[in-house]
């Protein structure tokens, strides 16, 4: 039911300044950055030129299991790639393994788990956590609070409102002993579509090219693509107006 | 579809003491102030008599724009207030031009945006994330992870629930991209309603005083004063009872 | 409709190391302890060996209240103890006066009140808001963003989706001015049960042993034992299928 897991936190090199910034040796920090106040910058993040990173961020952490957790853990450091001209808020914190692309904004008191990829131009609100390996497309939007499962696909254009909550095992009543195998299968949301706010989107399911799921609304099956969705559970509302598909 | 924002980072004067704190020299700092290890303060910071600042919290940040930002932000310090007696909890991150009345409690992990209004004696959450330019009434409460978007309005003595999530564009679907106009309609709230656990509200609806919308509702209409509304989408459940309008 | 109450911030002896730890000259650090840059221990925490405590996090805080506050709070340093071999994320405020157990996960940016009892080997995630005086028994699972109200009762091996929020006091309305008498009744979750990603616990319902409430309802009725809920309101789907017990 458990399974023991060896937790050693890794030796590093820190440098330590007078503005109570801790990086480590092994860290590559472009030119013309802005480092806030009490960063902490672990081995092998490399920020790219004109970024800014703000106070209180933590950057390249590594995932650190305890003795209970299913899935397994690598705690290594890998590179945390965070593109030029991309802003890190206050007090977030990025785990290691991820990259992100060019003018990406990260906003305050986020977490973004490792193995992700997060495209240029992505706008991620304040208190969002993104699990693991979750690919996020260039351009697209995550707002305030909204939750990203482990291996979630975003593509491009995408639109997530306030506090969408996803999920991505079906089978969490017998996995989560580790008793049956676990088959992770995240949401896929095609590119261009909305997710209202407060939506709550169920394993496996995708969201079509150009689709809205109204605010609220509790998806349990595929949406086609260019239609409305909303309800709980959610239903067939309307097709996307032409007008609509022309404006975007 | 996206714009270019020149992102500078104005630059400022701090100084840094021994237990971790970097203070804008152009902050203000009233009596008997208690200010926690490694807190942040940016200029035009204005810290009323009594006050409490914990552990890690950064005051009076600017918004920074991407590149692919709709609304236009503007990256300067203005004043950011907060009233004699008022507390802000750890790691939690205000930003400029703001204003807080006395005896305003904020708590941990939450994030309140440029341009709020927050009367006396109001009591904000754990991870609340306030958007810009709100109204809370004095002596309104904000229960954790509650999200406010930009422009909304509460007014005296309300009392919002965990969770609720709000939303202030109907239009999000034409308008994310710049194509057409966005006209933000914020929920307004008026004074002594109660907005119950988890519960959604539209853009532009109004609570009405003293109304209460149950636990998990999805509200997408106006809401009659002194009444209850629940359910998804909300509907009418009864009034409010003569004796719950006397006890309070 | 309020009431005074005096916070005085009290007083202690904090040392500041060269890494930006502020740590009380009363807390008890165990062997083997790796603490994380920028974090500020309070008096009276107790860490056991082996643990983790990464950057940013606060432990032991007071919790302090403003003039409107109902509950009573008392402002004083107890006991915080952190069992062995446990993890507290970066950012993560730990309240004075709870008791994890060994084997604890907290990941990043979470926070726990006061007189919290928290059991071997339970993991809770990012973004958690838990309240005063919950108990939370071994082995049980806390997803991201969930929100646990004030005397919570979680017994083992129960696994609680991301966003779940919760709710302790019926009577809000006409309680929150303290006209009446508050009788919070937080829900009850039994052993082995399973609450879905989103859903809404309302006060006092029970969650009955190894039941399943779906992804997105909202609970207003005890879940008999054994039953899976689902829908807004929760109503009765199927018994839990006899394979499903057998593998967990």
Redesign the interface.
Known sequence: ??RKVT?R?PNYL?T?D???R?IAKKASIGENV?L???V?IYPKVRIGD?S?V???A?LG?IP??????NRPVTSEYCDLVIGP???I???T?LYTGSRLGS???V???T?IREGCSIGE???I???V?A?YDCRIGS?S?IQ??A?L?GNMVIEE?V?I???V???NDND???S??G??AVCFQAPVIRSLA?I???A?L?PGIEIGMGA?VA??A?VTRDVPAWTVVG??PARHIRE?PNE?RR??
Chains 1, 2, 3 share one sequence.
Request: charged letters at 10%.
């Open positions: 039911m458990t937790t936190f820190f330590r007078t503005n109570g801790s802005h806030g106040s009490n902490t004109r800014v703000m106070d209180g933590v952490r650190l299991p305890n003795m209970t957790m001209e991309s802003i808020g206050c007090n914190v003018n990406v904004l906003s305050d008191l977490s131009g992505v706008i609100g304040r208190g956590m699990l351009f939007r305030d609070q939750h499962v254009h639109f409102g306030m506090g909550m996803t999920a969490v009543y017998t989560r002993f008793s049956t909305v209202g706010t407060g709550v169920l809205m605010a609220g509790v309800g709980v996307i609509w404006a975007i």
